[in-house]
């Protein structure tokens, strides 16, 4: 029997800054029934099981896996909940099929931001409870430090890391998606409020609002219910640690480990080669770069100097973020990995429309989980099953 994974189906929101007119179960209920109609599902009640990707803390309430089931059509069945990325909940769902115990599984990502007032002091409750805690600094701070290293280390500059947001900026006209598209100029990034030196306002995603449902099956299962089924080639995931005193300040061990262990899984040797678009967390703007280098598609320092000779771009080299990213479309927090995961099929489909790449046929999409965290995870995503 094969132990191959693929989606079989999406549904999403258009994400919106503002979305005081219904509430996170209302737009699951939303993208849910899409997922499913694109699955051709002939019923809810052939869903094995159900993942859904959420945080307590930014959710404001505990057990979080006991508010989706309804909405989603999973009432005794088989859901629980993981704190991270909406790709963590993807890695589980192709876990929970290859094991055998499900055949069908639903994973679910949402973000209700602008429902969240205090975001900052919520994402501070992250840092260590003894010896950074206490300091009461912005997590946005812990951003700019490791922009500072990432820049000293690697020779990129202010100015790559400003061309990365008026790269994905412009892309985003090109999706349907998009909050933040924008035409920029570099002064223009860099002369933006200045949040922590050198982080200025622009150079950082702004929230939105929207959800994603995705439904999994195995070989069998997916080729019955889906023309076009996107295999899932590989996943890797990995923690460094979460100490701001005790990490490698000076390479991003999250996003090479868990590429590696993506490629492994993949039996890719080259993903220089091998994979033909990004969907990269860009979250900050320098981190595009640095988790582009991290992934080993750049080598250090390599990656500033490619995006200025426009092999980041849609019709370049190494085409990344041609969605816009979270900085042309905006982050939805953990549900991030639905933005990226939502490209991929539709590149991998054929179905991007104006910003349709002459060359999908294998892609990675990269999550990290932001300040002050080192989690991160990478799938492989492919028209072609192993």
């Given at each position: 029997?094969?132990?191959?994974?693929?989606?079989?189906?999406?549904?999403?929101?258009?994400?919106?800054?503002?979305?005081?007119?219904?509430?996170?179960?209302?737009?699951?209920?939303?993208?849910?029934?899409?997922?499913?109609?694109?699955?051709?599902?002939?019923?809810?009640?052939?869903?094995?099981?159900?993942?859904?990707?959420?945080?307590?803390?930014?959710?404001?309430?505990?057990?979080?896996?006991?508010?989706?089931?309804?909405?989603?059509?999973?009432?005794?069945?088989?859901?629980?909940?993981?704190?991270?990325?909406?790709?963590?909940?993807?890695?589980?769902?192709?876990?929970?099929?290859?094991?055998?115990?499900?055949?069908?599984?639903?994973?679910?990502?949402?973000?209700?931001?602008?429902?969240?007032?205090?975001?900052?002091?919520?994402?501070?409750?992250?840092?260590?409870?003894?010896?950074?805690?206490?300091?009461?600094?912005?997590?946005?701070?812990?951003?700019?430090?490791?922009?500072?290293?990432?820049?000293?280390?690697?020779?990129?500059?202010?100015?790559?890391?400003?061309?990365?947001?008026?790269?994905?900026?412009?892309?985003?006209?090109?999706?349907?998606?998009?909050?933040?598209?924008?035409?920029?100029?570099?002064?223009?990034?860099?002369?933006?409020?200045?949040?922590?030196?050198?982080?200025?306002?622009?150079?950082?995603?702004?929230?939105?609002?929207?959800?994603?449902?995705?439904?999994?099956?195995?070989?069998?299962?997916?080729?019955?219910?889906?023309?076009?089924?996107?295999?899932?080639?590989?996943?890797?995931?990995?923690?460094?640690?979460?100490?701001?005193?005790?990490?490698?300040?000076?390479?991003?061990?999250?996003?090479?480990?868990?590429?590696?262990?993506?490629?492994?899984?993949?039996?890719?040797?080259?993903?220089?080669?091998?994979?033909?678009?990004?969907?990269?967390?860009?979250?900050?703007?320098?981190?595009?770069?640095?988790?582009?280098?991290?992934?080993?598609?750049?080598?250090?320092?390599k990656s500033g100097n490619a995006l200025l000779n426009g092999a980041l771009d849609p019709d370049g080299a190494m085409p990344t973020n041609v969605s816009g990213g979270t900085l042309g479309v905006g982050t939805f927090h953990d549900a991030s990995g639905g933005l990226r995961t939502v490209e991929m099929i539709k590149q991998l489909r054929g179905e991007a429309g104006p910003r349709?790449?002459?060359?999908?046929?294998?892609?990675?999409?990269?999550?990290?989980?932001?300040?002050?965290?080192?989690?991160?995870?990478?799938?492989?995503?492919?028209?072609?099953?192993?």
């Amino acid at each position: 029997m094969s132990n191959s994974v693929a989606i079989v189906g999406m549904g999403y929101t258009s994400p919106r800054p503002l979305t005081p007119e219904v509430s996170y179960k209302e737009m699951i209920y939303e993208a849910a029934i899409k997922a499913y109609h694109d699955a051709n599902l002939p019923s809810h009640k052939d869903i094995d099981g159900f993942v859904t990707c959420a945080e307590d803390f930014i959710e404001g309430t505990s057990i979080f896996d006991e508010y989706t089931p309804d909405q989603l059509g999973g009432v005794q069945k088989p859901m629980h909940t993981i704190t991270g990325d909406l790709l963590h909940g993807i890695a589980t769902a192709v876990m929970n099929i290859q094991t055998g115990q499900q055949d069908i599984v639903v994973v679910e990502a949402h973000s209700k931001l602008s429902n969240v007032k205090s975001l900052d002091h919520i994402t501070h409750y992250a840092t260590d409870p003894i010896l950074t805690r206490p300091l009461n600094v912005n997590p946005h701070a812990f951003a700019a430090l490791d922009m500072q290293r990432f820049l000293h280390v690697s020779k990129n500059t202010l100015k790559h890391c400003a061309e990365v947001v008026i790269k994905n900026k412009r892309n985003a006209f090109k999706n349907d998606l998009s909050c933040h598209a924008q035409n920029l100029t570099v002064q223009e990034v860099l002369d933006s409020e200045e949040t922590f030196r050198p982080l200025t306002h622009l150079q950082k995603a702004s929230p939105v609002d929207g959800a994603f449902v995705f439904v999994l099956a195995n070989a069998k299962k997916a080729k019955k219910l889906n023309k076009k089924p996107i295999w899932i080639r590989g996943c890797g995931w990995i923690s460094d640690s979460p100490s701001l005193e005790t990490r490698a300040w000076d390479t991003c061990d999250y996003a090479k480990l868990s590429g590696q262990m993506a490629y492994r899984q993949a039996k890719i040797k080259n993903p220089k080669t091998q994979i033909d678009f990004f969907e990269i967390d860009d979250t900050y703007a320098f981190k595009e770069l640095q988790h582009l280098e991290a992934l080993g598609i750049y080598d250090k320092g390599k990656s500033g100097n490619a995006l200025l000779n426009g092999a980041l771009d849609p019709d370049g080299a190494m085409p990344t973020n041609v969605s816009g990213g979270t900085l042309g479309v905006g982050t939805f927090h953990d549900a991030s990995g639905g933005l990226r995961t939502v490209e991929m099929i539709k590149q991998l489909r054929g179905e991007a429309g104006p910003r349709q790449l002459k060359k999908a046929n294998t892609g990675l999409a990269f999550s990290w989980r932001g300040v002050p965290t080192t989690s991160g995870i990478t799938v492989i995503y492919s028209r072609k099953g192993a």
